[in-house]
């Protein structure tokens, strides 16, 4: 099984790749659904040994944080903001393709497993939105 170093590599990298500059949702269980959503198209790396549960907030991936704590003692990504609601990807896109390249992924494949991540993270935040209006 991938350790959670090389975990959080290929979430940022992923996340560069098909999310660009956008920054990583890391509050409100966002990225938890968004990984849930999308399990069946992540790199065995990362999908491996992933468990998910719905807990007192909702669904949440009990791995994800030890991932985002690695990623950020890589360097990976900045500290979350101060609202612990994102984290933005220190990588490049050359470093993005690397990793990817490194866990046996094309460039456009990564890319278009990033791209429904990110797709999946703005439905999940669209609707959010909604029910809150809602309520």
């Not at 990583?24 to 990362?46: K, M, W, Y």
């Not at 903001?81 to 494949?109: K, M, W």
Request: glycine share 8%; hydrophobic share 40%.
């Amino acid at each position: 099984m991938a350790n959670r170093y090389d975990r959080a590599e290929i979430l940022a990298a992923l996340w560069r790749l098909g999310a660009e500059e956008d920054p990583l949702p890391t509050s409100h269980g966002i990225l938890d659904r968004a990984l849930n959503e999308c399990a069946q198209f992540l790199p065995v790396t990362l999908r491996e040994g992933m468990s998910f549960g719905v807990t007192g907030v909702g669904l949440r991936c009990y791995e994800l944080p030890d991932i985002l704590l690695a990623a950020q003692a890589a360097l990976l990504t900045s500290e979350p903001n101060p609202t612990y609601h994102f984290s933005v990807v220190c990588l490049d896109e050359d470093g993005a393709r690397q990793i990817a390249l490194l866990h046996g992924l094309s460039t456009e494949t990564a890319r278009d497993i990033g791209g429904r991540i990110k797709a999946s993270v703005d439905r999940i935040r669209r609707d959010s939105l909604t029910d809150a209006e809602v309520d």
